[in-house]
């Protein structure tokens, strides 16, 4: 089974609302990501957790908040959003390092 | 520093041809080369990768890749294309902290 799930699989919130977007695995994987991907343009990373620590932050605005509560789920809480940050966020997991990549169906978010 | 180019945004290919979607390499490190696909609103779905071993990389859906590293490419092919493989597809590589590399992606049209 190489199932990733994303819940909710679209997401509508205001500028000042506070929302979490959530994603599971059961494959046994130790590295969880979310991306944040655009129309037609690749994803571009956002966090990596390996061991349910934060290893990778790639810069990301504070209003994004991710959290790895255990090893098969991983959050992402949304506060104070711009409409700019509308887009598909994708979740993935691996075995970590260069190992395959398994992606959720990612979750619409429209920032009004 | 590593990349990936995928020269061609889209390319249109009738049902039943043979079709190729273009991707070249940075050559830095051994690279770990993927092919993922993503249909419209939806995540990306592994199809094949390379790490080692026989160039010829057999993958999901009837897809396969060949790894040729004089050229520093690796195409994506498939003998005979159906209406149902029209989707954007996505060559990547991996470093081994496991962050991705992607390529722009080409969106790849079959029409009957």
């Known amino acids: 089974d190489t199932e990733v799930t994303q819940t909710p699989k679209h997401l509508v919130m205001g500028m000042t609302n506070k929302k979490s977007l959530k994603c599971e695995q059961h494959?046994?994987?130790?590295?969880m990501y979310w991306y944040k991907q655009k129309a037609k343009k690749p994803p571009e990373l956002m966090f990596v957790?390996?061991?349910?620590?934060?290893?990778i932050n790639e810069s990301v605005p504070s209003r994004f908040s991710p959290e790895c509560p255990n090893s098969s789920l991983l959050n992402l809480h949304l506060h104070a959003l711009q409409p700019e940050d509308s887009a598909l966020y994708l979740c993935?997991?691996?075995?970590?390092?260069?190992?395959?990549?398994?992606f959720g169906p990612g979750t619409r978010l429209l920032v009004l | 520093a590593q990349s990936v180019a995928q020269p061609e945004d889209q390319v249109n290919v009738a049902e039943g041809n043979p079709l190729t979607v273009k991707c070249t390499y940075s050559?830095?490190?051994?690279?770990?080369l993927f092919w993922y696909v993503q249909y419209p609103n939806r995540g990306l779905q592994f199809l094949l990768k390379?790490?080692?071993?026989?160039?010829l990389v057999k993958g999901s859906y009837g897809f396969e890749a060949e790894f040729n590293k004089s050229q520093t490419s690796f195409h994506l092919k498939k003998p005979s294309a159906l209406v149902s493989d029209s989707a954007l597809y996505f060559c990547?590589?991996?470093?081994?902290?496991?962050?991705?590399?992607f390529g722009q992606g080409t969106t790849l049209q079959v029409k009957p």
């Open positions: 993935a997991s691996s075995r970590g390092g260069a190992e395959t990549q398994y």
């Open positions: 494959m046994g994987h130790r590295a």
């Open positions: 957790y390996s061991y349910e620590k934060l290893s």
């Open positions: 050559v830095s490190g051994n690279p770990y």
């Open positions: 390379y790490i080692t071993g026989d160039n």
């Open positions: 990547l590589r991996s470093g081994n902290t496991g962050k991705l590399i």
